[in-house]
Nanobody
Framework: QVQLVESGGGLVQAGGSLRLSCAAS????????LGWFRQAPGKEREFVAA????????FYAESMKGRFTISIDNAKNTVFLQMNSLKPEDTAVYYC??????????????????WGQGTQVTVSS
């Protein structure tokens, strides 16, 4: 089982940037792809980005392309989400999740679990 702990959220003005971190641990961590999701008040959790364990492949939701960048530091067992040009509609709780790369469609957010506690991102206008 993978354990995930997110950090780095906060309050930022529109147009600003934040970098989220997700520290991963667990005996089978090396077998999992990692991803970021978000959930705004009153809405369902949505896929943001995912990265293969080898860091050779990254995938993004269409609305995040060009503004968000997912990366991984395998030495530190940490995955990051760099968010630039933030908009008020990016306000949400951001979660880190994990899944096996053998799960069909993982690159579009399918099959993720082992959620962390989330980190709040608030973008003011």
């Amino acid at each position: 089982q993978v354990q995930l702990v997110e950090s780095g959220g906060g309050l930022v003005q529109a147009g600003g940037s934040l970098r989220l971190s997700c520290a991963a641990s667990g005996p089978t961590f090396s077998n999992y792809a990692l991803g970021w999701f978000r959930q705004a008040p009153g809405k369902e959790r949505e896929f943001v980005a995912a990265i293969s364990r080898s860091a050779t492949a990254t995938f993004y939701a269409e609305s995040m392309k060009g503004r968000f960048t997912i990366s991984i530091d395998n030495a530190k067992n940490t995955v990051f989400l760099q968010m630039n040009s933030l908009k008020p509609e990016d306000t949400a709780v951001y979660y880190c999740g994990a899944t096996r790369e053998s799960v069909p469609g993982w690159y579009s957010g399918n099959g993720f679990g082992s959620w962390g506690q989330g980190t709040q991102v608030t973008v003011s206008s």
